[in-house]
């Protein structure tokens, strides 16, 4: 007889398929960032769009590098970044394929994406494409090959099969990762704000120095002549080589420091302490079910769960198909004993407590029906059998 496969058996092929599709998809990138990047480095893409409409106007200096050398540097720098990335990538889903197969009852991949090990690879990973972005604005070819493949990677190409869920990954160089949309927000107001501030501060210094200066130019004209530190200052701004590479460190180091370590370190804190937090609504639910059934025989009364505080500390599922009215009395204490069973069940199998606390978790936050516990509960007794 066939040995009959679980819900969860196309989890080592995705894995596997997604590490693949990265792999190659990130190497035809790099090639192409690199290789055309250095090709078409020197090409003011904006400028020619501006001429079209009759605007002579330079950009080329307003991203990084002031010279074609400059530039080349950066995409030489770019290279150790995409090769990080790379690596991370492979060695990040590898692990997390080992560490699924050796369970292989956890459904929620979110318990090993927090995974110390693994947050820590995928911070570097969010780390290695933060400077990747930035150093992308070494040109407006560059850019748009970043933009093009940030769009490619928020495609889902490995859509759900029907009946089949597939594990839940970090989304790395897509907009549907918060921290590339911000670092792009962030640099398009230096590319597109700043440019405009400059270009105004340039009219009105000519205006200032012209012959015969007006009101608020002449006050201007004034301030310059009576400040020396003024007038470098404004002069280094009209300037041609006047760059913006220091708005764009700054904001890659402040984004780094601040949103990058800062916010994945209190997103790990505050899962596992969510995590840990469900022993007390786990065992208040269990107390709560068990002194009922006992008063409820001892008194020979149908069990009574519809407490206010017994329903706060149930699974989600369970108080909304209460509340809502779907089930009667004696069919809800059936419910629950069920659930208070399933918990027991993984108190006996599953020895760990972190993957103890978090199956308890998804029962009372994630589950949305009883049969997601049969499947749960279908999967630790086949899979933990000695």
Known sequence: MAKKRNELSHYPHFFFSKLIFRTVSWTVFSFLFIFLGKKYVDIDIVGKICQLFGKNWK????????AEREKFK??????????????????????NRYLWKKDKYIEN??????DKRIFILNSLNHIACAVLLILSFASAFTVIL??????????????????????????????????????????????????????????????????????????FRNALNTSPLLKQIVEMLKGDDFSLDLLYWFILSWFIIKNLIGGRWKEFGDFWTKINNVKKPVNNFKHYYYYQESWALA??????????????????????????GDLNINDFAN??????????????????????????????NEFSSWEDCLRTKRLIRTMRKK
């Open 299 to 324: 008194n020979n009364t149908p069990i009574n769960l519809g407490d206010y505080g017994y329903l706060e500390n149930s699974p989600n599922f369970l108080s909304r198909s209460y509340l809502e």
């Open 146 to 219: 970043a933009l093009l493949f940030i769009t490619f990677n928020t495609w889902d190409l490995f859509p759900h099969q029907k009946g089949l869920r597939n594990p839940q990954l970090e989304n790395f160089f897509s907009w549907k990762n918060q921290y590339v949309r911000k670092i792009l927000l962030y640099s398009a107001i230096v590319f597109l704000v700043v440019p405009l501030v400059i270009g105004r501060l340039r009219s009105f210094y000519e205006s200032a120095t012209s012959e015969a200066p007006t009101g608020l130019a002449q006050s």
């Open 109 to 114: 991949n979110n318990f090993y994406l927090h």
């Open 74 to 95: 950066l995409l030489n720098y770019a290279i150790y970044f995409l090769i990080i990335i790379i690596t991370v990538n492979i060695i990040s889903l590898v692990l």
């Open 59 to 66: 950009f080329n200096q307003y991203f990084l590098g002031a």
């Open 335 to 364: 419910k629950n004993q069920k659930v208070v069973k399933y918990i027991e069940l993984c108190e006996e199998r599953v020895k760990e407590p972190p993957k103890r606390n978090f199956l308890n978790y998804c029962l009372f």
